[in-house]
C-alpha cells in the first residue's frame, strides 16, 4: 500500500525564515502538517534553511515536529549556484532523502532523491515586468523546463493546477493540488463576525498585481457617498511599485482614513481579523489566496476579485466583483458595509466554506504525491 513506504523528506523551508507571508505561511504549516499528521509513522521531515545572517527562531524543530537544518550560506549565492549550474547536489548541505522539496518552482538539484516543486502561480510567466530580483532573472526562463524534470508538482488549487498542465506541458498526474487548511483561532471561527465598528481589510503584499489601486479607488468614491464608512487598513509589506499608494493615502480626501500597517506576524493576525467588518482581495491574480481562506474561517465577510483561484477557495461564500470594475466593487463594498443581515449571511456561508479545507487534508495529498515521486524517480 502507498502509505507502507517509510519517506525521508527535506524541504526547503527559507520562505518562512523571514516574513510569513502566503508562500512562507504554506511551507511552514505543510512541513508541520506533514510531520504531526502523516499516516506512516517512520516518515522523516527536516526543514532546510540557509542564510548569512538569520537564523531559525528557537524551538522551530519542535514547532514543526521535524529537524531543521541550518547552513550559513547566503540565500542568493545559493539560488544562482542551483538555478544556474545546478550544484551543489541537494544530498551535499542536507545529507540522503528519499524527496527534495523546493518552495518554489526550481528544483532542488539531487543527484539521487526524487525533485518535487511547488508551483502556486504562473504570474511570474505571464506578467515577468511585474516581478523583480531572482524571480524576474529566473522563474520565467527556467521554470517550464524545471517543471517537466520534476517528480511531482505541488499546488494549492485546482485552478493553478490546469494552468500548469495547460501551459506548462505537464502530464495532469504528476500534478498534486495540496490545499491549505485555515487556522486555529482563540475566539474567532464560531459565530460570524461583523462589529459594528470594525474596520475594511486588505491583506497582502503590496506589488501590482494585488490591485489595490483600484480598492483605493473603489473606497474614495464610497467616501465621496456621504454616508458613514469604515476606515480602511492594508496589512502589507510596502514594495519599490508601491511608493504612488502609499503617497496617495497621505493626501485627502484619504488621508486619516486609510492605514498601512505593514506586515502583521502570525502571533498579532487574530486580533487584526477581530478588528476587521469585511476583508477585501482585489487581486488580479491568485494563486490561493490565503487571506480569504483565513477571513472565512474567522466568521468575516470577504469581498473578493472574480480571478485567479479566488472563486474556487470562496465557493458560494465570497461577494464576486470584476476587479477591473470600479464602480462594482464600490458598489460591493457599500452593500456590506451597510446591510447587516446581507454581511451576515455572507459570514455564515464562508465559516461553513472553510470547514472544508484542513492541513490534515493537505498532509494526506502531500504524502501521496511524495510516494508518487519517489515511484517516478525510480523508473528514470
Known sequence: MWYALRVRVVV???????????????????????????????????????????????????????????????????????????????????????????????????????????????????????????????????????????????????????????????????????????????????????????????????EPRKNVGALLDAYERLLGRGTPVPDLVLAGRATATSEAWLARIGRAPLAGRVRHLGYVAGSAREALYAGARLVVLPSLDEGFGLPALEAMSAGVPVLLANRGALPEVAGDAGVLVDPANVDAFERALYDLVQDEAHATACAERGLRRAREFSWSTAATALRQAYVSAIARRRTR
Open 12 to 206: 526547503d523551508y527559507r520562505p518562512a525564515l523571514r516574513e510569513r507571508t502566503g508562500v512562507g505561511e504554506y511551507v511552514h504549516q505543510l512541513v508541520r502538517a506533514f510531520a504531526h499528521q502523516a499516516p506512516a509513522p517512520g516518515d522523516r521531515v527536516a526543514a532546510f534553511t540557509s542564510s548569512w545572517k538569520d537564523r531559525p527562531l528557537p524551538g522551530l524543530a519542535v514547532e514543526l515536529g521535524a529537524t531543521v537544518i541550518d547552513r550559513r550560506v547566503p540565500a542568493a549565492m545559493l539560488n544562482f549556484l542551483w538555478h544556474r549550474w545546478g550544484w551543489p547536489p541537494a544530498e551535499l548541505l542536507c545529507g540522503a532523502a528519499d524527496i527534495f522539496h523546493a518552495a518554489h518552482p526550481l528544483l532542488m538539484p539531487a543527484h539521487w532523491g526524487a525533485q518535487v516543486i511547488t508551483i502556486h502561480d504562473l504570474f511570474f510567466l505571464n506578467h515577468p515586468e511585474q516581478t523583480a530580483a531572482e524571480v524576474r532573472r529566473d522563474y520565467a526562463a527556467l521554470a517550464p523546463r524545471h517543471a517537466r524534470r520534476a517528480d511531482a508538482i505541488i499546488t494549492p488549487s485546482r485552478y493553478t493546477a490546469d494552468l500548469i498542465t495547460a501551459t506548462l506541458g505537464v502530464p495532469a498526474d504528476r500534478v498534486h493540488v495540496c490545499a491549505p487548511g485555515p487556522p486555529v483561532w482563540s475566539t474567532l471561527g464560531h459565530a460570524p463576525h461583523v462589529p459594528s465598528g470594525g474596520y475594511i481589510l486588505f491583506i497582502g503584499t503590496l
